[in-house]
């Protein structure tokens, strides 16, 4: 699985053409992030979570890890 960072997380910014300096970026990170954008991308194509059908938070809880198993077991 995955190992924890023994450091906190580094941030990731997206560097713009009008910088005026240029942000380092490293692989990892960016790799990172694309999988963190594109799992809550994933999530936002069930309309129950999009539109927050659930009010009460543990129904919510539930809703989003069923998604995420379910979309877990399809890749």
């Known amino acids: 699985?995955?190992?924890r960072a023994?450091?906190?997380p580094q941030?990731?910014?997206i560097s713009r053409h009008n910088r005026s300096a240029e942000i380092p970026k490293s692989r990892v990170s960016w790799r990172r992030r694309?999988?963190?954008e594109r799992c809550f991308h994933r999530l936002e194509q069930w309309r129950c979570?999009?539109?927050?059908?659930d009010r009460r938070s543990?129904?919510?809880l539930a809703a989003v890890t069923l998604a995420s198993t379910l979309i877990r077991l399809d890749t």
Request: net charge positive.
């Open 1 to 3: 699985m995955y190992r």
């Open 6 to 8: 023994s450091s906190a």
């Open 11 to 13: 941030m990731c910014w």
């Open 34 to 36: 694309n999988v963190v």
């Open 49 to 53: 979570l999009a539109a927050r059908y």
């Open 58 to 60: 543990d129904r919510y």
